[in-house]
């Protein structure tokens, strides 16, 4: 299998990235809450670098994004978001790839990742995440809800990158 083409996301592949989100939230209800303006969800305010997984036609295949936490969180940790692989192209690793290259970004920027998820059992992102090394920490109450109304708690994991003989911490593959 080829190695997905991954590259910082442009301005002009926002309208590819909303179609392709589009899809997910009608596949899988990521985001749980569809977006009333999805360009600006795909940009948070605190917003570091954004990589998408392209397809060989020019399609976004997959998204992942990192941005710098709430005000008084140490700046060394930054949190991985907005990860989603279009429902077509799924079983490629295209969701390892895309964590894998924003991993050694960050470890390349000395930064450590952390991330959010939400609580619920069976949940493949749960899965996903934990079997790729990140540690789950704690869980706390979400300062929203479901389109229902109902309350949505938050699994948070932390993944920090190993230094290496250097003492500069390392691009994890």
């Known amino acids: 299998m080829p190695k997905p083409m991954i590259r910082i ?34 940009n948070p305010s605190r917003l570091i670098q954004a990589w998408i997984a392209e397809g060989p036609e020019g399609s976004v295949d997959g998204h992942v994004a990192v941005h710098r936490l709430a005000e008084g969180a140490p700046a060394r940790q930054i949190e991985l978001s907005r990860l989603f692989v279009a429902p077509a192209a799924r079983r490629r690793s295209l ?17 450590d990742l952390t991330l959010n998820v939400t609580d619920e059992s069976r949940s493949a992102a749960v899965a996903f995440y934990e079997a790729t090394g990140w540690r789950h920490s704690h869980t706390t109450d979400a300062g929203w809800t479901t389109p229902d109304g109902r309350p949505v708690r938050l699994r948070h994991y932390l993944l920090t990158t190993p230094p290496t003989d250097t003492g500069r911490p390392s691009a994890v593959p």
């Open 9 to 42: 996301r442009q301005v002009s592949d926002l309208d590819r990235c909303v179609h392709t989100l589009r899809a997910v939230h009608d596949a899988d209800a990521y985001p749980l809450n569809w977006p009333s303006d999805p360009r600006c969800w795909l």
């Open 95 to 111: 969701a390892r790839s895309l964590v894998d290259h924003a991993r050694a970004w960050a470890a390349d920027h000395q930064h």
